[in-house]
């Protein structure tokens, strides 16, 4: 009974690794995720394009990014305590280290890779966050 008790036991912890393997290497929030890293990007990249409006677009560069990936970017604090932030947006990883086509959406000038886009961010608590693009800092600012 002792032997089946401790068979049980390991079944358990190997399980139990497994999960937590998972959770560490391949889950979504992971910074080993495909996407999340372009070092971790186990793919190949994507070359499509999309408008800078639409939903998983980088808006400096209008290449379309894998679930997971992220905009640099630079939010700061509310000032009147309301639910819209002032955000300076870099781009993506893929046009911050490649000599890609850098565009402001408003004004349509080349960007540097040290120029950003100006924008607000609304909170909106129980939905995803909207973002709209003023200009980029040579037009706006």
């Known amino acids: 009974m002792g032997m089946y008790i401790q068979i049980l036991a390991l079944v358990i912890v190997g399980i139990v690794l497994l999960w937590f393997g998972y959770t560490i290497f391949l889950s979504p ?39 997971g990936e992220l905009v640099k970017s630079l939010a700061f604090p509310s000032i009147s305590g309301g639910r819209d932030r002032l955000v300076y947006i870099k781009g993506c990883f893929s046009c911050l280290e490649e000599d ?42």
């Open 29 to 67: 929030v992971s910074p080993f995720y495909p996407g999340f890293f372009p070092f971790f990007n186990w793919r190949k990249p994507k070359e499509e394009r999309g408008e800078p409006g639409d939903p998983q677009v980088c808006p400096v560069c209008s290449l379309k990014m894998y679930k």
């Open 100 to 141: 890609s086509n850098r565009r402001c959406p408003v004004c349509g000038s080349l960007l540097s890779v040290n120029d950003f886009l100006v924008s607000r961010m609304f909170e909106r608590p129980g939905r995803k966050n909207h973002v709209h693009v003023l200009g980029c800092n040579k037009c706006k600012l």
